[in-house]
């Protein structure tokens, strides 16, 4: 397992996610998130359900936007993750 950046920047920790994701595990997009109040949650949140989802897609996994949506609320509140989580659904069944 690699070493977790600690949770105030969004791109390390997207970077992390994938980099264990590439080693052969399935982590558990939680263990990477930031606190819920820390200011880049949303984002974090939103980036790293985006990455889940195409990467579990292209590993042949069933996932979808509503797994995402249902499995965390604030994703279903902010607009533009429901958006870019529909567009990497149907980027996945494209392919």
Known sequence: MTR??????TEALVW????E???GQRPDLCAFL????????AEALRE???VELELAT???EAR?????????PALAHDPEA???LRRQEARAAAT
């Open 4 to 9: 977790r950046p600690t949770p105030d920047d």
């Open 16 to 19: 992390a996610f994938e980099t």
């Open 21 to 23: 994701w590439a080693a």
């Open 34 to 41: 930031p606190d819920p109040a820390a200011p880049h949650f």
């Open 48 to 50: 790293l359900a985006l």
């Open 58 to 60: 292209a590993a042949g």
């Open 64 to 72: 979808t936007a509503n797994d995402y949506l249902a499995r965390f």
């Open 82 to 84: 429901v958006a870019a």
